[in-house]
C-alpha cells in the first residue's frame, strides 16, 4: 500500500499550522495555471522507462511526483541548468534610524537559522517549521506573480529594470511607481555580522511606521551593485573592495554553491502584492546581496502595502525553505515554464505532513535528525515488478564477494584473498596519514602491552616458567609484526586468550607427568597445527564462517567484553585483600635524632617519607615498608578516574565547547589523556600504588633453554611426534574458532569495510606464525575480540559539519596496517622503554580495560535487546527492530541467547571445562540453526542473520502465511470448491470469468508462491487448505 501524505494541523496562540517535510505518494489534484512570461520548450525524454509512459500533452493531468520525476528525467544538454548546492538568505526591508535598508532575517544551507530577537546573534539550526496558508499562498503567487527564468543581468540594477519592466508590460506595476520600487529594490543590505560588530543594538521598525516619510533619492543608500554602474562589468570586483562577505561562515558552505536570495518587504506606495520569481541564466555575484561572496542564481521578490510584513515573512521562508529542499531545488535549475515550478510545489505539498492543532507548541524549534533520509525515492519514477530472484544465488553471490564460498580448487580461496587485496596494499600506508592512527597507536600499545605482560605471569605459573612476560613480548613482536604486515585484515589485533592458557596448562601437566620434555613435545603440537591450518586453507575451510552468524558472534563478543569488565574489578578487589584498609597498628615512628634536644613527640607528627627529610630516625618492625593502608582506597581512585575520563573524554566530539578540530583531537586521544592524568595524579599523591613490571633484559626467562628449541629430546619417545597430532587437534579447533569470530566481528557489515575481506589469508598467515612461535619456545598469539573492537572503534571516520545543524554521518573505517605495525614493534621495544614504562600504575591500567569492555558493548544489539527487558514499553528506544517484531517474540530470542551466553561464562569459568570453549562455540552455532524452526525466516532476518540454505524456508514461511491469508476469505466469503477441493474467495466486484471454474486464482496464487517449495511440502499445505 502506498504511503500517504498525513495533513496533521498545529494551531496555538492564532498562529496558522506548521508543517514538515515527509516523504508521500499522494497526488494533490489542483490545477496550475500556465504564463506567458516564459516560452516554452519541447522536452526530450530521458532515459528513465517513466518519461515514455506520457508526453507533454499530458503533463497537467498526471500526479505532481510523476510530473517532477519527468522534468527531472529529462536531458540537460549546457551546463546553465546542472544544479548546484544552494545557500538561501531572506532579507526585509527595515528602517533603521533615518535609513531604509534590506536586513538579513533568516539563511538556510539545510536547516534554517533565525536572527533572534535583539538582532545580535543567530539562532541555532533547526528544521524549518512552515505555516499551511503561507505554502499556498506562495503557489497562487507563483500562478498570478511574474516568473522570469533565464535573465540575461550583470549585476543588480540591470535586474531591478528588468523586473519592472517586466511587472508593467504585465499590467501588474502602475508605471507611475516604477522608479520607487526599482530604489526599494536597490536599497543598502546589511547582513547579521555587520550588525554584531557594532557597539549597540540595531533599533529596527516596520515600514508601516514610515507611511508619513519620504522615499526620495537623496535619503537612500545605495548598494554597492548599484554604484558599481559607473563601472560596467566591475561588481565582483567592487563587491570584493565595498562588501566584506562573512569569510568565516563561508567554511560552512559546499564547495560550488550559489546563492538564492529571498527579498520580502512592505511599502507605503503600493496598493497590490508584487511578486517575482527570478532565476538568472548565468550565476553571477550581486554586490552585498549576499551574505557570503557567492554568486547569486534565485532571486524571489515579494513587495506589498503595510499591513502585511508577518505573512510576507511566513511566505518568504516557505520559499526559502522550498529551495533548500533537495527535489523542489533541482526542478527550479532545470524549470523550462512556470509549470514546472508550480508541479516542483505541488509535489513538496505531497511531501509535508502538518502537525496537529493543540498538541504541539509552535514554538518549539526541531533539532535537526541525526541522519537524513534519502530523497532518491521522491526523484526516480516507481520501478516496474522485478523478475523473482532465485535467493540461494544470491546468497551464494554474496558469500563469493567475502571470499566466503568453496572454489573447488587447492588454495583458491587464499589467491583470491591475494588478489582482493593487493590492490589496495600501497593505500594501506598511505591512509594512515592521521593524526587519529596516532592516537589509535598509543591507546592500543597500552592497551595490549597489559594484559600480554599479565598473560606471561599466569604463563609463568602454568608452564614452570618455560614461558613469562619476556617470551609474550618477544612473540606479540614477532606474530605482530608478521600480521601487520602480510594479513588480509590488519585491523584485527593478535592477542593472548584465555583458552590457550587453558590449553598449555593441560599439555605441561601431562608432560611432567610422563616426564618428557615440555618444549619439545609443545613444538610438534605447533607443528601439526600450523600443518593442519594450512590444509584448512588449501580446502576453503573458512566458507563455514558464513555459517557464524550476529547470534554467535554477539554471544562472543558480549561474554569477551564481560570477562573483561569482570577482571578490572577483580584486580582491584585483589589489590584490596593484599592491601587492606584496616591494618591494625602500624609498628613504626619517627624519633628525634640522637643528641637533639626535641622530644619524641616534636617528631611523632611525621610520618614514614617525611621523617628522613627532617633528620629523623625510624624506629619500629615495620619501617621497612611505606604504610599501604590508602593503596586499595588510591587504586579504586586511579581505576575509576581511567575509566570516567576516557568515557567522557571519547564523546567530546559531540561536545558544545572548543573548535571541532579541537574536540576531535581531544576524544581520538581521550584514553592517553587518561592514563597520563591519572599516573600524575598517582605520583603527586605518592601513594605507593602497584606498578608496572616489565622485563629489562632480552633473554629467556629459564636460563636452561634457549630461543630456538630442539625438535627431538631424549625423554621424548620417538613416537611422540606423532600422537602430539590428536592434541593438536583440539588445539586448532581453539585456533580456529577464536580466529574467524573476531574476524567476522571486524568485517560486519556495519563497520562499512570497502578493502575487502581475508579469512583465508588470515588462517595462511596465523598458520606460518604459529609454526615460528613454536620453534621459539613462544606463546601462541590469535585475534583478540576486545582490543580488535577497540581498533575499529578507534578508526572510525564521520562526515565533516559543513552545513550549520548538520549531524556527522559513519562512513567507515580508517583501514590501513600502520597502526597494527606500531602497535606490536613498541611492544617489540618496551624492554628499552622499563624506566618510563614502571611508573605507570597497575589500577590505571585496569581502568582502560574497564573502559574498553564497556565500550566495545556499544552496538551490540544483544546488549541493546537485554536492557531493554529491564524497561517499560514506554520508555523502550525506537529501535528499529521493536517495530517490525511483537515484542514478546524479541523477549523470547534475547532469552535464548542470554541463556547461551550463560552457559558459556559457566564453561569458561572452571579449569575443568574451559578448554571445550571453543566446541561450545560450534554448538551455538548448531542451536542458532535450531532456531529456524521457532522463529520465522523475517524475524530471524531482523534480530540476526540469514543462515545459508534457507530457500526452502523462506518459500514455507511464504506458504504459511498465504494459508492464514486464504483461510481467513473463506471464512468470510465460504463460496465456491475448486475440483480439487481448494477454496477460492471471492472478493467483492470480482469478475466470475476472472476467476474461472475450478478455483484457477486459489490454484494460481498457491502454485506460484510454491514454486521453490518441494512438492512435500506442496502436498502438506494442499491438505491443510482441504481441511
Same mark, same amino acid.
Given at each position: ?27 494533490? $489534484? ?27 500533452? *499530458?503533463? &497537467? ?106 511587472? @508593467? ?5 502602475? #508605471? ?40 526620495? /533619492? ?42 538564492? =536570495?529571498?527579498? @520580502? ?23 552585498? +546581496? ?34 533548500? *529542499? ?40 526541531? &533539532? ?38 568453496? $572454489? ?39 592497551? %595490549? ?15 614452570? /616458567? ?12 614477532? %606474530? ?74 554477539? =554471544?562472543?563478543?558480549? +561474554? ?41 613527640? *616534636? ?148 563497520? /562499512?569495510? /570497502? ?43 564521520? #562526515? ?30 618496551? !624492554? ?15 581502568? !582502560? ?160 508462491? $510454491? ?7 506442496? &502436498? ?8
Amino acid at each position: 500500500m502506498p504511503q500517504q501524505a498525513q495533513l496533521k494541523h498545529i494551531h496555538g496562540h492564532g498562529r496558522l499550522p506548521r508543517v514538515i517535510a515527509t516523504d508521500s505518494s499522494r497526488p494533490w $489534484t489542483m490545477n496550475s495555471s500556465s504564463g506567458d512570461d516564459e516560452a516554452p520548450k519541447d522536452p526530450r525524454t530521458g532515459g528513465e522507462d517513466f518519461t515514455q509512459q506520457f508526453t507533454e500533452n *499530458d503533463f &497537467e493531468v498526471t500526479p505532481p511526483a510523476q510530473r517532477v520525476q519527468f522534468i527531472l528525467g529529462e536531458d540537460v544538454d549546457d551546463g546553465t541548468h546542472v544544479s548546484h548546492p544552494l545557500f538561501s538568505e531572506m532579507g526585509m526591508l527595515v528602517k533603521e534610524g533615518d535609513e531604509i535598508e534590506w536586513k538579513e532575517t533568516a539563511r538556510w544551507i539545510k536547516f534554517e537559522e533565525d536572527v533572534e530577537e535583539g538582532g545580535n546573534r543567530w539562532s541555532k539550526p533547526h528544521v524549518a517549521t512552515l505555516s499551511l496558508h503561507s505554502l499556498f499562498e506562495l503557489r497562487r503567487l507563483l500562478v498570478n506573480g511574474s516568473v522570469m527564468l533565464d535573465m540575461e543581468a550583470q549585476n543588480l540594477e540591470v535586474m531591478a529594470d528588468l523586473v519592472c519592466d517586466h511587472m @508593467v508590460s504585465a499590467g501588474t506595476l502602475p #508605471s507611475g511607481v516604477k522608479d520607487k520600487v526599482k530604489d526599494a529594490l536597490l536599497r543598502r543590505h546589511r547582513h547579521q555580522h555587520e550588525y554584531a560588530k557594532k557597539t549597540r543594538l540595531p533599533i529596527i521598525r516596520s515600514l508601516a511606521d514610515m507611511r508619513n516619510h519620504s522615499s526620495s /533619492k537623496k535619503d537612500m543608500v545605495k548598494s554597492p551593485s548599484n554604484q558599481s554602474m559607473a563601472r560596467p562589468g566591475s561588481g565582483t570586483e567592487l563587491s570584493e573592495q565595498q562588501h566584506k562577505g562573512n569569510t568565516h561562515f563561508m567554511r560552512k558552505i559546499p564547495p560550488g554553491a550559489e546563492a538564492s =536570495n529571498i527579498l @520580502v518587504g512592505e511599502v507605503d506606495f503600493l496598493e497590490r502584492t508584487l511578486s517575482c520569481f527570478i532565476r538568472l541564466s548565468q550565476a553571477v555575484v550581486l554586490g552585498d +546581496l549576499t551574505e557570503v561572496p557567492v554568486p547569486t542564481r534565485f532571486v524571489f521578490i515579494l513587495l506589498g502595502p503595510p499591513g502585511s510584513q508577518s505573512n510576507f515573512h511566513e511566505i518568504g521562508r516557505a520559499m526559502a525553505t522550498l529551495m533548500s *529542499d533537495e527535489i523542489f531545488h533541482e526542478v527550479a535549475y532545470r524549470a523550462r515554464k512556470r509549470d514546472h515550478l508550480l508541479s516542483g510545489v505541488d509535489e513538496f505539498l505531497d511531501a509535508v505532513t502538518v502537525l496537529p492543532p493543540g498538541e504541539w507548541d509552535p514554538t518549539i524549534r526541531i &533539532e535537526p535528525p541525526a541522519a537524513i533520509p534519502s530523497q532518491e525515492v521522491r526523484k526516480r519514477p516507481p520501478e516496474l515488478p522485478k523478475e523473482e530472484v532465485d535467493e540461494e544465488e544470491e546468497e551464494a553471490r554474496l558469500r563469493e564477494e567475502n571470499g566466503l564460498s568453496r $572454489t573447488g580448487r587447492l588454495f583458491g580461496g587464499l589467491i583470491n584473498d591475494i588478489k582482493r587485496k593487493a590492490p589496495w596494499y600501497i593505500s594501506d600506508y598511505k591512509d594512515a596519514l592521521s593524526m587519529q592512527c596516532v592516537a589509535s597507536w598509543i591507546f592500543l600499545y597500552f592497551a %595490549c602491552l597489559s594484559p600480554i605482560i599479565t598473560f606471561g605471569g599466569l604463563l609463568a605459573e602454568a608452564t614452570g /616458567k618455560h614461558m613469562a612476560a619476556m617470551e609474550s613480548l618477544v612473540s606479540g613482536f614477532v %606474530c605482530g609484526m608478521g600480521y601487520g604486515f602480510f594479513s588480509g585484515q590488519p585491523l584485527t589485533i593478535l592477542g593472548s586468550t584465555g583458552p590457550v592458557l587453558v590449553f598449555e596448562s593441560i599439555i605441561y601437566e601431562f608432560c611432567q607427568r610422563m616426564g618428557w620434555e615440555y618444549m619439545t613435545f609443545r613444538f610438534w603440537i605447533g607443528m601439526w597445527v600450523a600443518g593442519i591450518c594450512i590444509v584448512l586453507t588449501a580446502i576453503d575451510a573458512s566458507a563455514l564462517v558464513c555459517y557464524i552468524t550476529r547470534f554467535t558472534e554477539e =554471544n562472543f563478543a558480549t +561474554l569477551i567484553a564481560f570477562i573483561f569488565i569482570y577482571k578490572a574489578i577483580e584486580n582491584v578487589v585483589v589489590i584490596g585483600k593484599n592491601f587492606p584498609v584496616n591494618q591494625g597498628v602500624y609498628n613504626c615512628v619517627c624519633t628525634p635524632p640522637i643528641g637533639s634536644n626535641a622530644s619524641v613527640i *616534636d617528631y611523632a607528627m611525621y610520618n614514614w617519607d617525611s621523617c628522613e627529610s627532617h633528620n629523623g630516625i625510624l624506629v619500629g618492625g615495620g619501617c621497612g615498608t611505606p604504610p599501604t593502608e590508602n593503596v586499595f582506597l588510591m587504586s579504586v581512585v586511579l581505576c575509576a578516574g581511567t575509566f570516567l575520563i576516557s568515557t567522557v573524554l571519547k564523546e567530546f566530539k559531540n561536545a558544545l565547547f572548543f573548535p571541532s578540530i579541537v574536540r576531535q583531537y581531544i576524544s581520538d586521544f581521550s584514553v592517553l589523556i587518561a592514563i597520563f592524568a591519572m599516573s600524575f595524579f598517582d605520583y603527586s599523591m605518592g601513594v605507593p600504588t602497584q606498578k608496572l613490571e616489565v622485563p629489562n633484559e632480552l633473554k629467556p626467562t629459564l636460563s636452561t633453554r634457549g630461543w630456538l628449541i630442539p625438535p627431538f629430546a631424549e625423554k621424548n619417545p620417538w613416537w611422540s611426534p606423532i600422537i602430539a597430532v590428536f592434541p593438536a587437534l583440539l588445539g586448532t579447533i581453539l585456533i580456529f574458532m577464536d580466529q574467524q569470530i573476531t574476524a567476522v566481528i571486524v568485517n560486519r557489515k556495519e563497520n /562499512k569495510l /570497502k578493502k575487502g575481506c581475508g579469512y583465508h589469508l588470515d588462517l595462511f598467515i596465523l598458520s606460518i606464525l604459529i609454526a615460528i612461535c613454536s620453534m621459539m619456545g613462544l606463546p601462541w598469539f590469535v585475534a583478540a575480540t576486545v582490543l580488535s573492537i577497540n581498533h575499529v572503534n578507534s578508526l572510525k571516520l564521520e #562526515s565533516e559539519c559543513s552545513a550549520p545543524g548538520e549531524k556527522p554521518q559513519f562512513l567507515g573505517v580508517r583501514e590501513q596496517r600502520v597502526t597494527h605495525i606500531l602497535i606490536f614493534l613498541t611492544i617489540g621495544v618496551s !624492554v628499552l622503554l622499563t624506566p618510563l614504562l614502571g611508573n605507570i600504575p597497575m589500577p590505571v591500567l585496569f581502568g !582502560v580495560f574497564l573502559y574498553m569492555g564497556v565500550a566495545s558493548l556499544k552496538g551490540l544489539q544483544f546488549f541493546d535487546r537485554i536492557l531493554i527487558m529491564f524497561m517499560p514499553a514506554k520508555y523502550q528506544p525506537d529501535y528499529m527492530f521493536l517495530r517490525q517484531v511483537p515484542i514478546k517474540r524479541v523477549h523470547l530470542f534475547t532469552m535464548i541467547q542470554l541463556a547461551c551466553l550463560i552457559i558459556l561464562w559457566l564453561i569458561k569459568s572452571f579449569s575443568q571445562t574451559s578448554i571445550l570453549f571453543p566446541l561450545m562455540l560450534v554448538v551455538m552455532i548448531g542451536i542458532r540453526k535450531a532456531l529456524d524452526l521457532v522463529f520465522t525466516r523475517r524475524e530471524l532476518k531482523i534480530l540476526d542473520d540469514i543462515m545459508p540454505e534457507m530457500t526452502k524456508r523462506a518459500a514455507a514461511d511464504d506458504l504459511h502465511k498465504l494459508d492464514a491469508e486464504v483461510g481467513l476469505l473463506a471464512r468470510i466469503f465460504p463460496w465456491g470448491k475448486g475440483s480439487r477441493g481448494r477454496v477460492v474467495t471471492k472478493p467483492s466486484g470480482l469478475d466470475d470469468g476472472v476467476v474461472g471454474s475450478g478455483g484457477a486464482v486459489g490454484a494460481g496464487l498457491i502454485s506460484c508462491t $510454491t514454486s521453490n517449495a518441494n512438492e512435500k511440502e506442496f &502436498e502438506a499445505q494442499s491438505s491443510l487448505l482441504k481441511k
